[in-house]
């Protein structure tokens, strides 16, 4: 019997990841604040819901892809939200990038109600959504992840089950901290060839066959060097991402000077009007603190 899917968060992640539920024979039920962004979706087939609500009574399986955590908790815990008709047999997916610490408390507030919750946050950007070629890391029961397994692969490849409740969050927070960090230094070494006379294009190119060798070098160091800061993953974004690492660092009474660089690189990325662009943008504060161009 195929799982029937509720599906909340149409933006430059969600939209691509509903549609490959729906093309992998899903029947989905959309909720967008606003409804417009679900067009896709309906005109695909999906069911269009008036809330969070209305989508859990209908799905077997909801799934949640929306900005930060109190989004997340206003969905589950809000007027009109998932516990209202949360009930045994049904499972809340939640693969916003969120607060470990919240996630826990959410999958414990549901559990009372005989729902079961994984967070399983993605890596991969939204060609990977598009693509269905997803990083999704999870935490939460092993079975809940055994059942609801098949309906992950229909929008990703490696899939992780990391541990209990609020380890898929710590997972994410790893990995955004790297990714902040190889932005950081791919952006610095090609300023750094430029600067020295050396074309930085060869440099990269030399770079990606030894242990320097990054996909965010590969894909992001290509995307600096065109000057393309479209947004693959917003700034603003990555901004609300390393604040959750930072507050995980802390919490772990843990003082990482590398995280906290990366952050404020990002930080000052936002803070200079980039933050609708992509991370890559923070290359133009570096430019703009050296007085020197990439290209």
Aim: glycine share 10%; with cysteine; hydrophobic share 45%.
């Amino acid at each position: 019997m195929t799982d029937k899917v509720g599906f909340i968060g149409t933006g430059i992640m969600g939209l691509p990841m509903a549609l490959n539920l729906m093309r992998a024979g899903y029947p989905v039920w959309v909720f967008a604040r606003t409804e417009e962004k679900a067009m896709p979706l309906i005109q695909a087939g999906a069911t269009l819901c008036g809330s969070p609500r209305q989508v859990t009574e209908h799905a077997d399986v909801v799934i949640t892809i929306v900005g930060d955590t109190p989004d997340v908790e206003q969905i589950v815990l809000g007027d009109q939200g998932v516990i209202e008709a949360a009930a045994p047999g049904k499972v809340l997916v939640d693969m916003t990038t969120s607060s470990a610490a919240s996630t826990r408390d959410l999958a414990t507030r549901l559990a009372e109600k005989g729902m079961d919750m994984l967070d399983a946050p993605v890596s991969g950007g939204d060609i990977g959504a598009r693509e269905g070629t997803l990083s999704i890391m999870v935490g939460g029961d092993a079975a809940v992840f055994h059942r609801v397994q098949p309906l992950l692969a229909a929008m990703g490849e490696n899939i992780v089950l990391v541990g209990d409740h609020g380890a898929g969050q710590v997972a994410k927070a790893c990995n955004q901290l790297l990714v902040a960090q190889h932005m950081y230094a791919t952006a610095e070494a090609l300023l750094l060839a430029k600067a020295a006379g050396v074309d930085p294009g060869r440099v990269r190119e030399a770079l990606l066959g030894g242990f320097a060798a990054s996909r965010v070098l590969d894909f992001h160091g290509q995307r600096m060097l065109e000057r393309n800061f479209a947004p693959g993953f917003k700034a603003k974004l990555h901004k609300k991402d390393m604040r959750i690492a930072l507050e995980t660092m802390r919490d772990c009474h843990l003082d990482l000077h590398g995280t906290k660089l990366a952050a404020e690189g990002i930080d000052m990325t936002v803070d200079s009007g980039f933050g609708e662009l992509d991370t890559t943008a923070l290359l133009q504060v570096l430019e703009s603190r050296n007085q020197l161009k990439l290209s």
